[in-house]
């Protein structure tokens, strides 16, 4: 009997949700994603030193010798994430998505100049713009943002996405790929009823379905990544979705268990379910995210999550930086 991973790669693309070189390695999924939080924990990480100390070597230099650690610290994530990012495209068929700093949410223009900084690394190291997703917060304005990238053949991953008013604004933008947060809507719903959820009863896979059904219902391109999984039940219950991304641990366990995986999600049979269309706007968009308390919590505060992940590596970078040798001033 086949296992449950291999089982869930014939109706779904897998995606690892890693920085981890290694576990991407192990698992074999089709794409990956990273976040400050992943590229931290690989970075603190013996094996991958030498990626980071030649990123921070590089960007010292560029930052010239009056720049100090901190300053060149800052500078260096967008590098580091692309530099593991290149790592994992030697490995993974498809995508990696690399993250836009999530202090920059709510300011559509600097999202964009960092996004078109990003890809720029990418095509001047020869990898294709089509192999890169750029993460994005689902805010009106990383949307706004997206949708402008979009039409430069920039591809965009909207992630912090927690409503179906989010996934719409994204549709009807026409970006490449979604990610729903399926444990962090679980979390929120188990804090604030002190009940537990188990199976399709799961707050967030409601959500992920709910979208699912809406996308197919009205034939849009954008594609849904079900992500931020709590147990290997929320991944199972999505089976059939267009992607997940999955944690080491919960693909390890996955690869480890033997059974019949059923198919959950059918584009053919949600193009069947009477759903009515929302015709969205900014101000549909912010009535219903006022409305919606978990996805305004969630929102603000994943943004707020991102941001201490971000600035927590800036610290590891700095920290790292000062134990490098600083090279000898040309006389």
């Not at 034939?219 to 039940?233: D, E, H, I, L, W």
Request: neutral net charge.
């Amino acid at each position: 009997m086949a296992n449950l991973l291999d089982q869930l790669k014939s109706y779904t693309t897998v995606v690892a949700d890693s920085g981890d070189i290694n576990s991407i390695k192990q698992f074999k999924p089709t794409d990956s994603t990273t976040n400050p939080s992943l590229i931290a924990a690989a970075a603190a990480m013996p094996e991958y030193q030498s990626i980071v100390d030649q990123v921070l070597q590089e960007a010292r230099e560029k930052a010239g010798e009056k720049a100090s650690d901190k300053e060149v610290a800052v500078t260096a994530f967008k590098t580091l994430a692309v530099a593991f990012g290149r790592k994992i495209l030697e490995i993974v068929p498809g995508r990696v998505s690399t993250e836009v700093d999530a202090r920059l949410s709510y300011d559509t223009a600097k999202t964009m100049e960092v996004a078109r900084d990003i890809i720029r690394q990418y095509e001047s190291a020869g990898i294709s713009r089509e192999r890169v997703l750029i993460k994005i917060a689902s805010t009106w304005e990383g949307i706004r943002a997206a949708e402008q990238l979009e039409k430069e053949g920039i591809h965009c991953n909207l992630t912090l996405l927690f409503g179906l008013h989010q996934a719409i604004a994204c549709a009807e933008a026409k970006v490449t790929l979604i990610s729903p947060f399926v444990g962090r809507i679980l979390d929120w719903y188990k804090k604030n009823t002190g009940k537990d959820y188990v199976g399709a009863d799961d707050p967030g896979v409601k959500s992920v379905t709910e979208i699912y059904h809406y996308y197919k219902k009205f034939g849009y391109k954008t594609v849904v990544m079900g992500a931020s999984f709590r147990n290997s039940g929320e991944v199972l219950e999505l089976a059939g979705c267009d992607l997940l991304t999955i944690s080491p641990k919960l693909l390890d366990e996955l690869q480890k268990t033997e059974g019949v995986l059923k198919r959950k999600l059918d584009p053919a049979e949600s193009a069947k379910l009477p759903i009515a269309k929302i015709a969205m706007n900014k101000e549909t968009f912010d009535k219903m995210h006022a409305e919606n308390r978990m996805a305004n919590e969630k929102l603000a505060e994943g943004i707020e999550s991102f941001s201490k992940a971000l600035e927590d590596l800036e610290t590891l970078l700095e920290k790292r930086l000062s134990e490098l040798p600083r090279p000898q001033a040309v006389r």
